[in-house]
C-alpha cells in the first residue's frame, strides 16, 4: 500500500503544464514534509550468552517531519542534507506464541547525497542520488513488562553506511515545487542488553529501511 501510493504521488506529478525553469547553479532549496521510515521485515536472532534463544526482534515503522536542504552546483547536480524529527519505533520480539513489544528506539538519520536531475524541459523534474548515511540511536528503552522481569541497559551502536534514492520535483511556478522520493539506507547496528544485571543479551540488528518522502519546496 505504501508503494502504491507513493508511485500515484510520482505518477500525478508527471502530469504537468507549461514549463518552469529548471533549477541552477546557486541556487538553495528547503524542503519540509512527511517522512516514513520502513524498516526491513526480516527478523534478527537474539543470543542470550552466546546462544542462540530461539526468539527474533523486528522493529516497526515510523513517520516523522523530515527535511531537506540542498545546494545547487549547476541545473543538473546538486548536493542534499536529509534530516527529521527523531524517529521512534517499537522493537517487537517475537516467539512460538505470538509476538509483544520489548522495547522502543529512537534515532535520528542524518544523510547527506549527491543529486543527479535529468533534464526534461518541463515541470517534472526526475533525480537519482547517492550518500553517505550515520545513524544516531538513543533513548533506549524495555518495555515496563521487561524490565520488572530484569531486562536493562539496552545500548545500540551508531551505524554508517550507503544511501541510494529516486525522487522527482514537481514546480508549481519558480520558488515552489512538489517532491516525492524513495530511498534505501543501510542501517546495521548491534544491540546489548542486561539480563538479570548481566551482560549476556545481544542482537544484530538489519534495519536497512525503505525511507519514503512527500514534501513541499522553496527555492532561493
Not at 550468552?49 to 530461539?54: L, Q, T
Not at 530511498?183 to 542488553?193: G, P, V
Request: overall charge negative.
Amino acid at each position: 500500500m505504501k508503494k502504491k501510493l507513493l508511485s500515484l504521488a510520482l505518477l500525478s506529478l508527471v502530469t504537468c503544464g507549461s514549463a518552469m525553469a529548471a533549477h541552477k547553479a546557486g541556487d538553495y532549496v528547503v524542503r519540509g514534509g512527511a517522512t516514513m521510515v520502513d524498516p526491513d521485515s526480516d527478523k534478527a536472532g537474539v543470543y542470550l550468552a552466546g546462544e542462540d534463544s530461539g526468539l527474533t526482534l523486528s522493529v516497526d515503522d515510523n513517520v516523522q517531519l523530515g527535511l531537506n536542504f540542498l545546494y545547487f552546483y549547476d541545473s543538473n547536480w546538486a548536493v542534499e542534507v536529509l534530516a527529521a524529527t527523531p524517529f521512534k519505533h517499537d522493537v517487537k520480539i517475537h516467539t512460538p506464541e505470538g509476538s509483544t513489544t520489548l522495547a522502543e528506539v529512537t534515532h535520528l538519520p542524518p544523510t547527506i547525497s549527491a543529486l543527479y536531475y535529468f533534464d526534461t524541459g518541463s515541470n517534472f523534474m526526475p533525480y537519482v542520488g547517492a550518500g553517505l548515511n550515520y545513524t544516531i540511536f538513543f533513548d533506549e528503552e524495555f518495555n515496563s513488562d521487561f524490565e520488572d522481569a530484569g531486562f536493562g541497559d539496552l545500548e545500540l551502536d551508531g551505524s554508517f553506511g550507503f544511501a541510494l534514492q529516486v525522487g522527482a520535483d514537481y514546480q508549481i511556478n519558480d520558488q515552489w515545487h512538489v517532491n516525492a522520493s524513495a530511498r534505501y539506507i543501510d542501517i546495521s547496528t548491534d544491540a546489548t542488553f542486561d539480563v538479570a544485571g548481566e551482560n549476556i543479551g545481544k542482537a544484530d540488528v538489519d534495519v536497512d529501511p525503505m525511507v519514503y518522502s512527500i514534501m513541499l519546496g522553496y527555492t532561493f
